[in-house]
């Protein structure tokens, strides 16, 4: 027998506490990183007079990082715990933005954006992760859906502030 009931429809409010600073978390990582990588290439070519090719050397190194990493973190965050997991996440995200910032040397930039992307690498499992655990049946395609909402509108609304403010603050000035 088929059950014609219909079936409840989730809300925004039937997501945790727990599930929203995840999203914010998401949406404030994403922001950052697709900021900075919109702007990176153009920054160690123009300002740090690195030349394309160790440029693309640095690129063709990160990017396989953030998405081979999170196989390795996503076991490390079952191990040890989401929480302990995220709090690696933010010292090695927040330590390789800062030392990018402070060096201009070729091999201590390529150092500190590795650190970066370990800190990403080890941030997108336990996100991901989170949301599952904090979505059930009835909500679960709501919250995926605002999961990647979060994310392509952080990649918009940061991309966007970020280049007009830059273009603001660099006429005239070097960036």
Known sequence: MIDNTPAEKPTISSFSKNYWIVILM???ERGSYYGMMSIL???MTDQLNFTKESVGV????????LYILPILSGAIGERFGYRKTLIF????LGLGYFLTSQTTEYSM????LIIMAFGAGAFKPMISGTIARETNESNSTL??????????LAHFCFRLYLC???KTHSAGNTL
Not at 58 to 65: G, N
Not at 89 to 92: D, L, N, P, Q, R
């Open 26 to 28: 998401e949406f404030f």
């Open 41 to 43: 290439s153009v920054y």
């Open 58 to 65: 640095i690129k063709s190194t990160i990017q396989p990082l």
């Open 89 to 92: 996440a933010f010292i090695f």
């Open 109 to 112: 930039v390529f150092a500190s």
């Open 143 to 152: 919250g995926f859906g605002i999961y990647y909402w979060s994310i392509n």
């Open 164 to 166: 007009r403010t830059l």
